[in-house]
């Protein structure tokens, strides 16, 4: 017992004393220079011109406008185009991609996928988004048991290519899960998907788990839709109260007013997808700094899940009356005050690569008469803030992380096929895309 307890003092010493030897590694001292003609300002939401940026290994060390570059030293050209922060997507889910046909989409994913395979497709579907412009995103369960936190890890360690995870783990519910229909003997298929709480001590219990197994946000439901359960407000204010005692946001998924209304009083920091949302409710957001993600699909995003899915009656009617729905919903939002963050939520299958699809967000925001800067805004430096990580990631300045992109067209004036027409993509002061 006492050679243990030497053994684990031993243990501490070296988790808190010693240095990383990651950092050795990156002692390369790699200087580059981007010259950029148009740099987006995330913090503040202006385009600037002519500014150059200097990046040593991983990180940025200098911004400046016009600034002289030395000589033999690497020089990317990006005058032709915009230069952005790497885009943040907020809510994903890598490790799920659901076909709409199916009635039965998580006992396809947790019974005939299994873990194994379901990482590699994710690992697969990571690198899309990546491609696309996002160096950063935030999955939000739907991911297995932890299997999220596996594919950071092997991002991070370079095993395989993606964006910067954040992830949430399991999403923590209560009895029931997402999952409608289910017979009580088959329980156990929900029980790795979810983190299934029944009080007050197991929804405690619950983010104590989550931050041993390397959770880094935590997701609740505070309604179950499609299911009609949900958490309670003591569950919910239990779980916030332990989650901010680890440092961790909790962010809610809440489709009704109530459960907006419910979570937001119980102290969560952010709400996904509000679709029912009042302007009472926007109101309290405002005022306590919680944010929105509205994970809203584009007009033909929404047409072609329509005719996935046989929709029998008029498409067009069924797009348009969403969209207005989601529109009224995005400019109520914004008009209360409240921080609007970029979300895809995208895991349907759309028969293209899952991070172009997931980019949609940022057009259908355009769609419903958000300005392009703003929407832009809130996808790097409003999402990097969300997460306390405005010093690092979400912006082009002094300190952060090199994670940079650029896009060739009008970001103002041409706003979707600009988006679309991703050039150049660092992350971590790697180049992974650098068009002609
Ligand atoms: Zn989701």
């Not at 690198?127 to 991911?143: C, H, I, N, P, Q």
Request: hydrophobic residues 40%.
């Amino acid at each position: 017992m006492k050679r243990q307890l030497k053994y684990v003092c031993i243990l501490c010493y070296f988790i808190f004393f010693t240095k990383p030897t990651v950092a050795q590694s990156i002692e390369k001292n790699e200087i580059t220079f981007i010259k950029t003609g148009k740099l987006f300002d995330s913090e503040n939401g202006k385009i600037l011109t002519n500014y150059v940026i200097k990046i040593e290994n991983n990180k940025i060390t200098e911004v400046g406008k016009n600034s002289s570059i030395p000589e033999n030293v690497k020089v990317i050209d990006l005058t032709e185009y915009t230069v952005l922060p790497g885009l943040i997507d907020g809510h994903t889910h890598l490790m799920s991609l659901d076909d709409f046909k199916d009635k039965h989409p998580m006992a396809e994913k947790v019974l005939f996928e299994g873990d194994a395979l379901r990482v590699l497709r994710g690992a697969n579907r990571a690198k899309t988004w990546l491609e696309a412009g996002f160096t950063t995103v935030r999955d939000l369960g739907d991911s297995g048991p932890f299997l999220d936190v596996a594919l950071k890890k092997a991002i991070n360690e370079g095993t395989t290519i993606g964006p910067r995870m954040f992830v949430s783990g399991p999403i923590i519910i209560s009895e029931g899960g997402q999952v409608p229909g289910l017979l009580k003997s088959q329980r156990h298929v929900i029980e790795d998907e979810y983190t299934i709480v029944k009080n007050v001590d197991d929804a405690i219990n619950a983010v104590r788990i989550h931050v041993n197994y390397g959770a880094d946000i935590i997701k609740i439901c505070a309604n179950n839709s499609p299911n009609n359960t949900s958490l309670t407000m003591d569950e919910m204010k239990a779980i916030v109260k332990m989650a901010h005692r680890y440092n961790k946001k909790v962010t809610a998924h809440a489709t009704t007013d109530l459960a907006v209304w419910e979570a937001v009083t119980a102290g969560v920091d952010g709400i996904e997808h509000g679709y029912q949302i009042s302007d009472t409710t926007l109101t309290l957001m405002a005022k306590k700094g919680v944010a929105l993600v509205p994970t809203d699909l584009t007009k033909p995003l929404l047409k072609k899940v329509l005719d996935i899915m046989d929709y029998k009656e008029d498409t067009d009617i069924a797009t348009k009356g969403y969209k207005d729905r989601y529109q009224d919903r995005l400019q109520r939002a914004i008009k209360a005050g409240v921080t609007i963050l970029t979300g895809s939520d995208n895991y349907i299958d759309l028969k293209m690569p899952q991070g172009e699809a997931a980019k949609n967000v940022l057009i259908a925001y355009e769609e419903e008469g958000m300005q392009p800067l703003d929407i832009l805004r809130s996808s790097t430096y409003l999402s990097a803030k969300f997460m306390g990580k405005e010093d690092e990631l979400g912006s082009i300045k002094e300190g952060a992380f090199a994670d940079i992109i650029a896009v060739k067209g009008d970001i103002v004036y041409d706003f979707s096929s600009t988006m679309f027409n991703v050039v150049f993509v660092m992350k971590n002061g790697e180049i992974y895309i650098e068009k002609e």
